[in-house]
């Protein structure tokens, strides 16, 4: 078990790039969350995969943000044409479901930093 | 709408002192609660959870929350801090009972522990 590994662990980018990041979750966690945290707030929900299948986005994903986990394994998140408001810490988590709500546990990344200039 | 507040931005407290970190909820269902902690470049970390059943939840590090629904309350405590508890911790509540990790993050204490 090495964790939840997210690259890179910083970016800096210009206003109306495009820019991918990247997570690998834990080996056979079939569940894998994107979260964002801005300055000063607790992480927000952003869209999770079971598996392949993307199952829910939140309203706080624009049509600039897309998100895919092709073969139920490591996930990419892509925000194009990014705005100064985007600027955040992207944080990606998985978990397994094989024991039950109950017991479903999150595991975190370290989180990719962005900062839109 | 779902919520969760954190009372007190930042907390301080002497070593060996008692550790009380405020959390309310508001919600029309019965809620599943959380504590995480994050370190300083490290991932969050998940200290406790209350799904059902006893109402007082012993998480990892000497952690404790004894969720209240009277009080819509799930307060994190620690008899004695250590120097290590340095950190901000995060309340939040999944709203599906489980359903799915998608959770509603409070705003976040931080935590200093002075010698």
């Known amino acids: 078990d090495t964790g939840v590994s997210q690259n890179p662990r910083h970016k800096i980018t210009k206003r109306g790039q495009n820019v991918t990041f990247r997570c690998d979750p834990i080996?056979?966690?079939?569940?894998l969350y994107w979260y964002r945290q801005t300055l000063g707030q607790g992480p927000e929900f952003l869209t999770y995969?079971?598996?392949?299948?993307?199952?829910?986005k939140s309203r706080l994903l624009s049509d600039r943000f897309s998100a895919e986990r092709p073969k139920g394994s490591f996930s990419t998140l892509e925000i194009q044409r990014t705005e100064q408001g985007d600027s955040a810490m992207y944080l990606c988590?998985?978990?397994?479901?094989?024991?039950?709500?109950?017991?479903?546990?999150?595991?975190f990344g370290s989180g990719t930093q962005l900062s839109v200039l | 709408a779902q919520s969760v507040t954190q009372l007190g931005s930042h907390v301080s407290v002497s070593e060996g002192a008692l550790v009380l970190l405020r959390c309310n909820y508001s919600?029309?269902?019965?809620?599943?609660l959380f504590w995480y902690v994050q370190y300083p470049n490290q991932g969050l970390q998940l200290l406790l959870k209350?799904?059902?059943?006893?109402?007082l939840v012993k998480g990892i590090n000497g952690f404790e929350a004894e969720f209240k629904k009277s009080e819509t309350s799930f307060h994190l405590t620690k008899p004695s801090a250590h120097m290590s508890d340095a950190a901000e911790y995060f309340c939040?509540?999944?709203?599906?009972?489980?359903?799915?990790?998608?959770?509603?993050f409070g705003t976040g204490t931080l935590l200093a522990v002075q010698p």
């Open positions: 988590a998985s978990s397994s479901t094989s024991d039950g709500p109950a017991d479903e546990k999150l595991f």
């Open positions: 080996s056979e966690h079939n569940r």
């Open positions: 995969f079971q598996n392949e299948a993307q199952l829910e």
């Open positions: 919600s029309s269902v019965p809620p599943y």
């Open positions: 209350y799904t059902t059943g006893a109402t």
């Open positions: 939040a509540v999944d709203m599906l009972s489980g359903a799915t990790n998608k959770l509603i």
